[in-house]
Every structure is written in structure tokens, then in C-alpha cells.
């Protein structure tokens, strides 16, 4: 029988079977020519003009000139990209002795594992500002900020906005590394003013083009045309590519038309995925600000896009890694009773990518039916 000190060692690596899972599962979908949202959202590029969310699938398309097939140099980055976030996050989860609480968090359905319970809701351009995130954080857990690096990530941070605009609304939580980073006497006050505006100014200039570069449908169609002529299905561009100049009002709208009583189930699972945290010291007055500023950023997102379990788990993912960059304590000691409600918690719920709201099963229901379906 596996003991307690050998779980709490090799069962976050578990977290790998997850990643091998969603990630076959979607190299299923690019055999069969792509998807319009997690595949075609990447593939915008500036072949008509500039445009927003435009940079990274401009880049695919001068190396798909290589003759390398432009849907997988897609899925590898994507891969690749998620890799390098599970390998981060683990490192930031292995550098201190954890208990089996902090399982909690690792195999938290809103957090690493929140594209297997949703597999449309994954690989989305988010995954960028992720891995930046979370080497940033890890950093900051090492004690080893430097100018040099944030430079690095200011960098990296500005190609991710300028691939998707949502990069900019999690600019509170850089802004908030920034500052402990000061705090803990990692760089200078001088240095962190200057970071923070570097990022404030970016995040104006790129919301900016957002807006003033959204394109048109003249624009849609010669993206779709400059991946056509690659040899890629049509259908690649009924997703992102064709809802790329969409205005904010019928956005809105479709926001307003679609809410109902599901939609209360976004909140009750924000405060369902954060619950872990309240059994820690992790809450005081500098992470309830931090909390307030990155709800109130994040909310125009809710009013304009109807992926609400995406938001979610963005601000989850962030929480998250400062979690568990930070040096946090459990407030109660070990009970058996909390491996049972610790089961019964991590498998019980998880939250649909989309449409403004709802409720999805968690892994125990999902693994009865596979059961069921293969075995009965």
C-alpha cells in the first residue's frame, strides 16, 4: 500500500497523464484538418495588413514556408507551450516539501487539468501568458529577479498581447509580482516603477490597435485565403477568423441574450476553485486588493464573450501560481476524514469553457460512464 509520504512525492506527477490525454486528443482533431477556435484563433496573421491578435500566426506562416505543414508547426507550439507550463508549475510546486493538501490545487479542475475536462476550452492563445506567468513566478519563488529578466518577460509579455488583446487584462497580477518583488528586496523601487509603467503603457497602445485594427470581413476572407492556398480546410475559419470583427455591441448582446439561472454557476465556482486557499494563510489585505483589482479587470471580458469558464480559469491559473510561489502555510493539521472530502471535492465538478455559465461532472461521473460504456 502506497504511504502518505511516498503519495505526497510522486502523485503530482500524475498531472503528465492528464497533458498526454488532451493533448492525443486534440492531434485527433488537426489529422482531421484543425479547429476553427483552439487551431484557427492561432492562425490570424497580418498577410492583408495589420490586425489584431495577428503576430504569432504571421510567424506559423513564414515557417510554413519552409515547407513544414503549417497545422502541426501549430499543434507543436501549442504542445510544446503547455509542456513548458506543466514543467514550471511543478517546479514551482516541488521546491518546498508539500503536503497532500496542496493536491488540492495541482489537480484543481479550474487549473492544469481545466483543458482534459474541457478539451475545446484549451489550447487557446491564454496559454502564452501562462507560461510567462509562471516563469515569472517561479523566478520570484527563486529570489532571482533581476532587471535582465524582466526585460525578458516585458518582451515576451508584449509578443503575447500583440497575439491576443486578453494578455492585457491580466496585467494586475505582473503589476502585483512587480511589487513583492520590490518588497522582498529583489530590485529597486526605481526598477519596478519602470517595469510597471513599461507594461501599463503597452497594455494601452495594444488595446488601442485592438480597436482600431479589429479588421473587417474584406480582411477575414484574405486571411482565409492565405490558408486556403496552404492547403487548409475552409472550416478553419468559421471560429476566430471569421468573428475577428465582431463589434462590442452585438458582443454584448449576446452576452445579455444568453444569460439565464446557469449563469449563476460562474461565480459559485470561482469561490468553489479558490476554496482550497481559504484553509491557508494565503489571504491577507495585499491579496484581497490584488483579488478586487483582477476581478474588476477581468470583467469586461464576461460582458463582451460568452466563454466565461475561460476567464475563470485564467484568473484561477494566476492565483494559483502565487500560491504556489509564495510561502504559504496550512492552518489545520492532517485528518484522514480530509483524503475522503479532498477525493470528493477534486472529482465532483468542473467548469464548460462556455456559454456564459453552467455546470459540468467531474472525473468520478465521467470515469462511471467510460466504465459503463466499455465494460457493461
Request: include cysteine; charged fraction near 15%; aromatic fraction near 18%.
Amino acid at each position: 500500500m502506497l504511504s502518505k509520504t511516498k503519495i505526497e512525492k510522486y502523485a503530482p506527477y500524475g498531472v503528465w497523464i492528464f497533458f498526454t490525454y488532451f493533448c492525443r486528443y486534440y492531434a485527433i482533431e488537426i489529422l482531421n484538418g484543425g479547429n476553427n477556435w483552439k487551431t484557427g484563433d492561432w492562425l490570424i496573421n497580418y498577410s492583408a495588413g495589420f490586425v489584431r491578435r495577428g503576430l504569432i500566426g504571421s510567424f506559423f506562416l513564414k515557417v510554413s514556408d519552409f515547407g513544414l505543414p503549417l497545422l502541426w508547426v501549430t499543434y507543436i507550439t501549442q504542445v510544446a507551450v503547455y509542456a513548458l507550463i506543466f514543467g514550471l508549475v511543478l517546479k514551482l510546486y516541488y521546491r518546498k516539501k508539500r503536503s497532500l493538501f496542496w493536491l488540492l490545487i495541482l489537480f484543481s479542475p479550474a487549473f492544469l487539468l481545466f483543458p482534459f475536462y474541457d478539451i475545446q476550452g484549451g489550447f487557446r492563445k491564454e496559454i502564452l501568458i501562462f507560461l510567462i506567468f509562471a516563469f515569472f513566478c517561479l523566478i520570484y519563488a527563486n529570489k532571482n529577479v533581476t532587471p535582465f529578466k524582466l526585460t525578458l518577460i516585458s518582451v515576451a509579455w508584449s509578443v503575447a498581447a500583440l497575439s491576443h488583446e486578453l494578455t492585457v487584462f491580466t496585467l494586475p497580477f505582473f503589476i502585483y509580482l512587480i511589487y513583492v518583488s520590490t518588497k522582498d528586496g529583489l530590485i529597486t523601487s526605481r526598477t519596478a516603477i519602470a517595469y510597471s509603467l513599461i507594461l501599463t503603457i503597452a497594455s494601452s497602445v495594444i488595446l488601442l490597435l485592438a480597436f482600431f485594427y479589429k479588421g473587417n470581413e474584406a480582411l477575414e476572407q484574405a486571411i482565409c485565403q492565405s490558408l486556403t492556398t496552404r492547403n487548409l480546410d475552409p472550416n478553419i475559419c468559421k471560429g476566430s477568423i471569421d468573428w475577428l470583427s465582431e463589434d462590442i455591441g452585438p458582443a454584448l448582446g449576446r452576452v445579455l441574450s444568453s444569460l439565464n439561472h446557469r449563469s449563476i454557476f460562474t461565480p459559485l465556482f470561482l469561490w468553489l476553485a479558490l476554496l482550497p486557499l481559504s484553509f491557508t494563510t494565503w489571504w491577507n489585505k495585499e491579496r484581497k486588493i490584488l483579488f478586487l483589482a483582477s476581478i474588476a479587470t477581468i470583467f469586461p471580458l464576461f460582458l463582451v464573450a460568452i466563454d466565461w469558464g475561460r476567464w475563470v480559469h485564467v484568473i484561477i491559473f494566476m492565483f494559483f501560481c502565487l500560491a504556489l510561489a509564495s510561502e504559504v502555510d496550512i492552518k489545520y493539521r492532517y485528518r484522514r476524514i480530509f483524503i475522503v472530502t479532498g477525493l470528493i471535492y477534486l472529482t465532483t465538478w468542473s467548469i464548460p469553457h462556455c456559454c456564459v455559465g453552467g455546470y459540468d461532472t467531474g472525473f468520478l461521473r465521467r470515469a462511471l460512464k467510460w466504465l459503463i460504456d466499455n465494460l457493461g
